[in-house]
């Protein structure tokens, strides 16, 4: 009974998860509703004592409040009317929010005709946070309107709605890193919050209001001003909130005629659409566009090229207008935009002039390719990757360079120290033993490159184009990474230990033949989001469509060799082994101190996964399945070790099981 008791307190906080909200929400009638006229009513959000919701414009961190109608009974809902908000300051973390009692306006269009009760239905979602977290919650409401009769109407405060009144105008300018809005009322002395993140909650909270300006900085601003007009909400002194647009009016930042593709200056990268890029080429325009999304590793990579100064010349003297179309919500028109290339996935970069041959850039940027591909498509030329004036040699030998370097790079950091423990307990054993741990490791490592690239070329030669790091972009994959770096760090911090019974698991690195194979294998599953320097420029020569199959394989083969050859020379040779430190305590120190980096490699992942899928409520239960499956890990290190009873032993592995695998079943049947 006492394990179950520590059993149910574990499980508690997660419990609480998916407990009573802090926060009660209705709909309410606000006025009567008559055929062919438009209703008013509100979503009631009620939050207990220091819990809050959030405005339209969360701030530094939240969510707005949604809903999506489940049953409109044949009525038109509009948009949310939002109440002026206030700002919430968090030790530095600065929000937009509503306390105590809120109404969201909502104003629905009665067609003519309708008659009798009608009952508005919908799915309500929202974040509700107080000065210890955040709990997401959602809920069923309904509102019934009689529109042959009264209904109960509850009174609210017109005064709170900016959106009720004409917005006021203004002007503004830009100097430096200050955006400058000139007061349209004297009076309007109180806080102005964005309606967008061109100015931070951060520069929200310390705006400056004198001689007749309010002043903010812009120096770390997420957003542009959309066609150059900043939207603000402030409060006058009577207590009646207003909007301000401000146009700016400063020559560096001119409104572009209708009609018009405004310049982009070096470095200015335009949102990417169909009608966008179709109108900069019908003004004879040299449009790139860079298709990228936040998750995409090997695009933030290639993004250093555009900072060389070659390049950034090349754009600027032939007026390039450069675009970016982010594909970090897997948008359904970019997709199309992709497959038109032939593509899958990212990333892609493309240089396209009317009448020239379309310039497809290579996967792997190099900023000598960029400057090519834009003098060819200015001169209506064929672009040629410029990696084919090397030998093959050549570009294998960087790639065997590059695959060493590999070691050294962020992504495969977390797996250092499966290889370092691993050799730290080889060097108390016999000489044969280390070297075929290494040679197992090795051919892992070779033989998953080698699988990869005949994945790709198998790919690609049924039509689909994928490349470097492809397999981040599947969101499964992704799941199934995390997972694994989550349940090593566990292992390693000692919340649980792999014993021989496990000698198939791959955190069991340490020991084992099969698991020196497959840490190279995952060795290689995480090394491929990352690029070494000259890996690169080689691997823009390995993936370019001319490249024979053959080539493609032979080349990721040395991509392995190089990666794994580090570790293979310190088996072989004792004389390097023996500069490793002899087994000992300070082992233990070092496994419990490399769980930190798998678990911040989790954690990233766990990121790439948001930007992959864009339910945010699957987001969340991942993000409460990792702690379950945590929770497992820790039942089956507690009740499943060796010194316990071999009845315990048994429910503890059993109840470990379940909560692990009926997680994991669960993430991956709701995958989206």
């Keep these: 009974m006492r394990k179950l008791t520590l059993l149910l307190a574990l499980l508690l906080p997660l419990a609480q998860l998916f407990g009573a909200a802090r926060t009660k929400v209705d709909l309410v009638a606000l006025s009567d509703a008559t055929p062919g006229t438009k209703a008013m009513v509100a979503l009631r959000m009620r939050c207990d004592p220091h819990w809050h919701v959030y405005w339209k414009n969360p701030g530094d961190a939240g969510e707005s409040p949604t809903i999506e109608w489940t049953d409109k009974a044949g009525l038109n809902p509009g948009e949310f009317i939002w109440p002026g908000p206030k700002i919430l300051d968090q030790a530095g973390v600065y929000n937009f929010v509503y306390e105590d009692e809120t109404l969201i306006l909502i104003p629905v269009e009665i067609p003519a005709g309708t008659k009798g009760k009608v009952t508005l239905k919908g799915l309500v979602s929202w974040l509700e946070c107080d000065d210890k977290g955040c709990v997401p ?270 070691n050294l790079m962020p992504c495969v950091f977390p797996m250092i120290g499966l290889k370092v423990f691993s050799f730290a307990k080889d060097a108390a054993a016999d000489r044969h033993t280390a070297v075929t741990n290494a040679s197992l490791y090795s051919l892992g490592v070779v033989m998953s490159f080698m699988a990869l690239g005949a994945l790709i070329v198998a790919l690609k030669t049924g039509g689909a184009s994928v490349g470097w790091g492809f397999q981040m972009q599947s969101s499964g994959f992704v799941l199934g990474t995390c997972v694994l770096m989550l349940t090593l760090g566990l292992s390693f911090s000692g919340v649980f230990e792999v014993g021989a019974a496990f000698a198939g ?124 499956i945590a929770t497992a890990c820790w039942i089956y290190g507690r009740w499943a070790a060796p010194h316990r009873e071999d009845r315990e032993r048994m429910v503890g592995k059993g109840v470990a099981a379940a909560l692990y695998l009926g997680t994991l079943t669960y993430l991956f049947v709701t995958l989206p």
Aim: charged share 20%; hydrophobic share 45%; with cysteine.
């Design 137 to 406: 919650q959602e809920k069923d409401v309904a509102l019934t309107l009689d529109l042959d009769g009264p209904d109960a109407v509850i009174a609210h405060d017109p005064k709170l709605y900016p959106d009720l009144r004409p917005s006021l105008k203004t002007t503004a300018s830009v100097k430096g890193d200050l955006l400058t809005v000139v007061l349209p009322s004297p009076f309007l002395t109180g806080t102005w919050f964005p309606h967008a993140n061109f100015i931070t909650p951060t520069a929200t909270f310390q705006q400056k209001h004198a001689d007749g300006r309010v002043t903010f900085s812009t120096r770390e601003a997420t957003e542009k001003m959309a066609d150059a007009k900043a939207v603000f909400t402030t409060r006058q002194p009577d207590g009646t909130f207003v909007n301000v647009e401000a146009v700016l009016n400063a020559p560096s930042a001119p409104v572009p005629a209708p009609g018009k593709t405004q310049a982009a200056m070096p470095g200015e990268w335009l949102p990417w659409s169909p009608d966008a890029q179709a109108r900069a080429l019908a003004e004879g325009k040299i449009v790139y566009v860079d298709f990228t999304a936040r998750w995409c590793t090997t695009c933030q990579v290639n993004k250093r090229v555009y900072t060389q100064d070659k390049v950034s010349r090349a754009i600027a003297a032939q007026g390039v207008v450069l675009m970016k179309a982010d594909w970090t919500k897997k948008d359904a028109v970019i997709a199309a935009e992709l497959k038109r290339y032939g593509r899958e996935g990212i990333p892609l970069n493309v240089a396209l002039k009317t009448g020239s041959p379309t310039a497809v850039l290579s996967e792997i940027l190099t900023g000598g390719e960029v400057v090519s591909a834009l003098d060819a498509v200015a001169a209506g030329k064929e672009h040629v990757v410029t990696t084919e004036t090397h030998s093959a040699a050549y570009w294998m030998a960087l790639g065997f360079l590059g695959g060493a370097l590999l």
């Design 505 to 628: 698991n791959v955190a069991g690195a340490v020991q084992g033949g099969a698991n020196s194979f497959l840490s190279g294998v995952l060795a290689t599953a995480v090394a491929t989001p990352c690029t070494a320097p000259g890996l690169g420029a080689a691997l823009g020569f390995a993936l370019d469509q001319e490249r024979s199959g053959l080539e493609t394989v032979l080349f990721f083969l040395v991509i392995g060799a190089g990666m794994a050859l580090p570790y293979l020379l310190l088996a072989v040779f004792p004389a390097l082994s023996s500069k490793l430190p002899k087994p000992g305590e300070w082992m233990e120190s070092l496994k419990q101190g490399m769980s930190f980096p798998l678990f911040a490699y989790a954690l990233y992942l766990l990121w790439v996964l948001n930007g992959l899928v864009e339910d945010a409520e699957w987001v969340r239960d991942v993000s409460v399945g990792l702690a379950v």
